[in-house]
């Protein structure tokens, strides 16, 4: 979210210091506690906004992930459907699609349906490539990928799933530097791989991470969002309902009616504003296939977010859950 704080508690002159990232957040959670508010809000309808830490580009808190629900090939019938998950994520003011050349056909249908939407200047596409693999075998797949996508240039390029401390982002920032990316990052979703993540976070300082994050899986919170913080690193928060586990644990439940202080009218809006209310994540990316699901999971980038107390509160209903 924008906010327009004064910076004189941290020593800042308006005249051009650039507020670390870090004094930035700790303002937010001053202002927070003083009670204090952004001299401009959102509309109950706008969709919130994160800068990108290296860049300051702003992108919408709420995209989506393509795994599995977008590798469906030539079937039209699922096809059109996503059809209306792209055309609803763009009406709906989101913008961030992720997909990776692992996905299946995933990059092929995501490229088919932005071309037929006439969608490209207003998404924001993020794709992966695998990580240890040798240069031309990473040429090949970086240039499929770029084919698949029917484009010239991808807004993020990541090293999926990486595992070796030693892992180097030269490749990506040689693309990144010949303008075939805009943005380069490191994923992964395996827990035994966040000793290698945070070593890699730390030296290469990537432009952005992707890592697994929800209110059942806070592991992150440990060691991979504050590497981030240090190093200036965007965060999309991947499998934030944890691959479907947490509407397993709330079927039947309803939304307390505390959630509405915060604008959460349904279980998705609340597990994702949950990470929202995190300040140092930029976008959560959710996978689905059907439009409503998409429509649902946009409003959770509007409204009011829960304050540090309210995230409490919510740590502590899903553990009385479980």
Known sequence: ???????????????????????????????????????????ADEMILRAIPHSGEKVPTVGVGTARVFDVGTDAARRSELEGVVSSLVAGGGS?????SDYGSAEGVVGDLVEKLGARPHVFIATKIRSGTDAKTAHAEFDRSLQRLRTDRIDLLQLHNVSRPDESLAQLREWKAMKLCRYVGVTS??????????????????????????????EAEKRIIPACVEADAGILTALPFGRSSLFRVV??????????????????????????????????????DKPEHMNDNLAA??????????????????????
Not at 23 to 31: D, F, N, P, T
Not at 196 to 215: C, G, H
Not at 301 to 322: C, H, T, Y
């Open 1 to 43: 979210m924008t906010r327009n704080f004064s910076s004189s508690l941290f020593g800042l002159s308006s005249a051009g210091r650039k507020m670390s990232r870090r004094q930035s957040l700790m303002l937010g959670a001053v202002c927070m506690a003083l009670g204090l508010r952004p001299t401009r809000g959102l509309g």
């Open 301 to 322: 980038g509007r409204g009011r977010l829960p304050d540090e107390d309210q995230r409490a509160k919510i740590v502590e209903l899903w553990q009385s859950l479980n």
């Open 189 to 218: 979703t395996y827990e035994g791989d966040y000793g290698a993540m945070e070593t890699i976070i730390r030296r290469e300082k990537p432009d952005f991470v992707e890592v697994a994050y929800s209110l059942g899986e806070r």
């Open 251 to 288: 079927k039947g439940k309803p939304v307390p009616d505390w959630a509405q202080e915060f604008d959460a009218r349904s279980w998705a809006q609340l597990f994702l504003k949950f990470l929202i209310g995190n300040a140092a994540v930029t976008a959560v990316i959710p996978g689905t």
């Open 96 to 100: 961030v699609i992720d997909t990776s």
